[in-house]
C-alpha cells in the first residue's frame, strides 16, 4: 500500500525559510520521481516541482524557481522542499505525489494522496 | 507551458441528474502511444483530491462506473450519469503530457440543487 506523508509546515514569516518533507512507503522509491503540489487557501491545485528517480535533475513551477529547492534522499525513501524567500502567496497545502507511473512503467495517474502539510506565510 | 481550461467553473445539479464538465488543453495531449495524457480528480470538502479518471477515459480503481471521461488530443469531458449527493467537490482535469511538470484547470465546483 503506497503511503504518502507530508509534514513539517507551519507558520513563517515573509522572507523567512521552512523545510518540508514527504516521507513514502509501499513502492520502490528509487524507481520513481517525485512532485511537490500545492493548493492556495480557496484555489485551485498548483504543480510547484519535480525530481527525477536518482535526484540528478528537476524542474521548478517559475514562481519559485530560484527561491524552492527539491531533494531527496533514497535511503530514507523521503523527498524534501527547502522553500526560502517565501512570500505570503506560497501560503498553501503542500501535496508530495509520486510519478504517476505502475511498477510496469504505464501512466495510471496520481493514485494516492497524502493529508498535506499547511505552510503559512504571514507577518 | 499548457494551459488548461475548464467549463463551467460552477455547475448546481439535481440528485439524479446526469452532467458534464469540459477541459480543453492548449496543445494536444495526445501521447506517442496513442492514448491522451489527461486525468480527472475529484476533491471533497475537507479531504485531498482522489483520482477519477486517467488516460483520458480509464476509471481509476474503485470509481463507480457513472463516471466517464471521453475526448482526444485538446477537448475531453467528464460525465457523471446520475449524480449522487457523495459526488459533491470540486474535479480538476490535469495534464501528464509533460509528466514532469504537470498542468491543471481551474476547477469546477459541483454542488445539488
Known amino acids: 500500500q503506497v503511503q504518502l506523508v507530508e509534514s513539517g509546515g507551519g507558520v513563517v514569516h515573509p522572507g523567512g525559510s521552512l523545510r518540508i518533507s514527504c516521507a513514502t512507503s509501499?513502492?520502490?522509491?528509487?524507481?520513481?520521481?517525485m512532485h511537490w503540489l500545492r493548493q492556495a487557501p480557496g484555489k485551485g491545485l498548483e504543480w510547484v516541482a519535480f525530481?527525477?528517480?536518482?535526484?540528478?535533475?528537476?524542474n521548478y513551477e517559475d514562481s519559485v524557481r530560484g527561491r524552492f529547492t527539491v531533494t531527496r534522499d533514497n535511503s530514507k525513501n523521503t523527498v524534501y522542499l527547502e522553500m526560502n524567500g517565501l512570500r505570503v502567496e506560497d501560503s498553501a497545502v503542500y501535496y508530495c505525489q509520486k510519478e504517476g507511473l505502475s511498477e510496469y512503467g504505464a501512466y495510471v495517474g496520481f493514485v494516492n494522496w497524502g493529508p498535506g502539510t499547511r505552510v503559512t506565510v504571514s507577518s | 507551458d499548457i494551459v488548461m481550461t475548464q467549463s463551467p467553473l460552477s455547475l448546481s445539479v439535481t440528485l439524479g441528474e446526469p452532467a458534464a464538465i469540459s477541459c480543453r488543453s492548449s496543445?494536444?495531449?495526445?501521447?506517442?502511444?496513442?492514448?491522451?495524457?489527461l486525468d480527472w480528480y475529484l476533491q471533497k470538502p475537507g479531504q485531498s483530491p482522489q483520482l477519477l479518471i486517467y488516460?483520458?477515459?480509464r476509471r481509476a480503481s474503485g470509481v463507480p462506473d457513472r463516471f466517464s471521461g471521453s475526448g482526444s488530443g485538446t477537448d475531453f469531458t467528464l460525465e457523471i450519469s446520475r449524480v449522487e449527493a457523495e459526488d459533491v467537490g470540486v474535479y480538476y482535469c490535469?495534464?501528464?503530457?509533460?509528466?514532469?511538470?504537470?498542468?491543471f484547470g481551474q476547477g469546477t465546483r459541483l454542488d445539488i440543487k
Open positions: 488516460l483520458g477515459s
Open positions: 496543445q494536444s495531449l495526445v501521447h506517442s502511444h496513442g492514448y491522451s495524457c
Open positions: 509501499g513502492f520502490r522509491f528509487i524507481d520513481y520521481g
Open positions: 525530481i527525477v528517480f536518482d535526484g540528478k535533475a528537476d
Open positions: 490535469m495534464q501528464a503530457i509533460h509528466i514532469t511538470q504537470v498542468t
